[in-house]
Every structure is written in structure tokens, then in C-alpha cells.
């Protein structure tokens, strides 16, 4: 039993609190979900390691809409390398949800989520209109400055090395 809760000790102390910041300045709406002419961006924000699963986001962006479109109209949808979205939150957020007028605006906050990114650890982002006021033009963009700031954890380095000796030790001790 004092080798479990040592083995449960050392294994949660093996992982490490991370951030990346995203900047996701200049990413431009044009027409609904789906459509060629919206913009994507991809990021690697775990940098390639083994657990890949965004635990937290936080957003400060500033939208800019193009003539009639409102700020309540520009939804952010995430994603992985394959078009698919694995986790209990959902794929898309509406920074200015409830703000229907058109005009510039600045929107903080944050959430928290189980994004689980692929292997290949690629994270998309791409914005989009809920209404498209004028076919194949720009809708809304997202002025300078505009950030999200993805949290998740990552096993240390010896991680695998701690559950390998706690797993040994429970096993000699049974003997």
C-alpha cells in the first residue's frame, strides 16, 4: 500500500505545468464554416511531446468587422491535422456572442477544456461567419495583439522511469 501511494505521489509530481502563446493577429473571417476562403492557422503547441491534451485557454483578441457583419457573428473553431476534434468542449466559440453591431471590439477571457490533439500534435485554429453578409470578401479580422493562451501538462523527462522503479518495487514487495 506504501509503495501505490508513493508509485501515485511521484507520478503526479512527474508532470509539468505548460503554456503557449498563439498569435493569432490578422486571421481573417470571409464566409461560413467550411468554406476554402476562411482562414486557418496551425500550431505544434506541446512541441511534439507524448501527452497532448490541452487542459485550459485563454483568450484576449480584438475583431474588427467589415461592414454590415456584427461581432456576434465571428466564431473560432479548433481542430486537429484531420478535421477531427476529440474532447467534452466544443469545437467552436464565439468570442462576442450577444454583441450584435458591427464595429471593433476587444474580448477576454478563458475556459477550461480536454482538447486531444493528434500525434502529430498540430492544433488549427480557423475563423468563420455564423452569417455571411457579403459572399467571398472579408467579414472580420482579428486586429494586432489579438492572443490565446493554450495551458496543458506534459510528463517530465524521468516520468516513465518513476512508474517503471514504482512498478518494480510494488512487484518485489509482493513477493
Known amino acids: 500500500m506504501k509503495a ?3 508509485l501515485i505521489l511521484c507520478s ?3 508532470f509539468a505545468a505548460h503554456a503557449d502563446v498563439l498569435d493569432l493577429s490578422g486571421l481573417q473571417s470571409w464566409d461560413l464554416d467550411g468554406d476554402l476562403s476562411n482562414e ?3 500550431f505544434h503547441p506541446t512541441g511534439g511531446a507524448p501527452f497532448n491534451v490541452i487542459l485550459t485557454i485563454d483568450y484576449d483578441i480584438t475583431i474588427q468587422t467589415v461592414g454590415a457583419s456584427w461581432l456576434s457573428e465571428v466564431e473560432i473553431r479548433f481542430g486537429n491535422s484531420d478535421g477531427t476534434f ?3 468542449w466544443p469545437d467552436t466559440f464565439t468570442p ?3 454583441n450584435d453591431i458591427a464595429g471593433t471590439a476587444r474580448f477576454t477571457g478563458s475556459f477550461q477544456t480536454d482538447i486531444h490533439l493528434n500525434a502529430d500534435g498540430e492544433f488549427h485554429v480557423s475563423l468563420f461567419e455564423s452569417f455571411d453578409d457579403v459572399p467571398d470578401a472579408v467579414d472580420a479580422v482579428l486586429l494586432d495583439g489579438s492572443t490565446m493562451t493554450l495551458g496543458y501538462f506534459i510528463p517530465a523527462p524521468s516520468a516513465s522511469m ?3 522503479m514504482g512498478g ?3 512487484a518485489r514487495r509482493r513477493r
Do not use: K
Open 4 to 6: 501505490t501511494a508513493t
Open 12 to 14: 503526479t509530481l512527474a
Open 40 to 42: 486557418t492557422r496551425i
Open 86 to 88: 476529440h474532447g467534452v
Open 96 to 98: 462576442g456572442l450577444g
Open 162 to 164: 518513476m512508474l517503471g
Open 168 to 170: 518494480l518495487l510494488a
